[in-house]
């Protein structure tokens, strides 16, 4: 168990829809990081968040948004949903702004896997 | 840019033998290197990572790494295999280039192990 969680775990939506999937990180960590990981793509990194504001963009569409609240939970919110954004979105977590740079570790939490008919 | 390779997508060896997965890297730092495991319906699971430390790394469950900056490579091994070892493995590179520490993972390895 990595300290990290996600809400919900499974999620079976309709294109065209909205929803918004959470993560809390491990105790003591600020910066939280989403993937997506789809058979098409692999796993990418999307966006990261830490201590509350955006730090770093990777391959978000404009459709997804996310935010880290105070208590340093994150939501990631994706919206007009494809077929193509079925996929299992991590979190993850670790203690400092610049994760491995800083040798930190990023923890991952179990997934949400959304599937989207 | 940083980047990884994956060399093998598929991996099968018997239960008490050696695994070796491989793994190039592409970088312009010095990077931070990490392997992670993800077992079936599970999340993602250290099992090492470099940070221009020791170039032999010690995970857990056994495994090992080696960096060789001569070689670009930072291939994963085990001296025995065991049953509970299937899974995908991922080898990560952090980015440097535009990014604070985001991580790019390569395709995967998966690792069935025959009884």
């Known amino acids: 168990d990595s300290g990290v969680t996600q809400t919900p775990k499974h999620l079976i939506t309709a294109t065209g829809q909205r929803v918004t999937l959470r993560c809390s990180p491990r105790s003591g960590d600020l910066s939280v990081y989403w993937y997506q990981q789809s058979l098409d793509q692999g796993l990418q990194f999307l966006i990261q968040y830490y201590n509350g504001e955006e730090r770093a963009k990777g391959n978000i569409l404009e459709r997804f948004s996310a935010q880290q609240f105070p208590d340093l939970h994150s939501e990631l919110n994706l919206s007009s949903l494809e077929l193509g954004d079925s996929a299992l979105y991590f979190c993850?977590?670790?203690?400092?702004?610049?994760?491995?740079?800083?040798?930190?570790?990023?923890?991952f939490g179990p997934g949400t896997r959304l599937t989207v008919l | 840019a940083q980047s990884v390779t994956q060399l093998d997508s598929h991996v099968s060896v018997s239960e008490g033998t050696p695994v070796l997965l491989r793994c190039n890297y592409s970088?312009?730092?010095?990077?931070?290197l990490f392997w992670y495991v993800q077992h079936p319906n599970k999340g993602l699971q250290l099992l090492l990572k470099?940070?221009?430390?020791?170039?032999l790394v010690k995970g857990i469950n056994g495994f090992e790494a080696e960096f060789k900056k001569s070689e670009t490579s930072f291939h994963l091994t085990k001296p025995s295999a065991h049953m509970s070892d299937a899974a995908e493995y991922f080898c990560v590179v952090s980015d440097y280039g535009g990014s604070q520490g985001n991580l790019i993972f390569g395709k995967g390895t998966k690792l069935s192990v025959k009884p």
């Open positions: 993850a977590s670790s203690v400092g702004e610049r994760g491995p740079l800083s040798t930190d570790t990023q923890y």
């Open positions: 970088s312009s730092y010095s990077p931070s």
């Open positions: 470099y940070t221009s430390a020791a170039t």
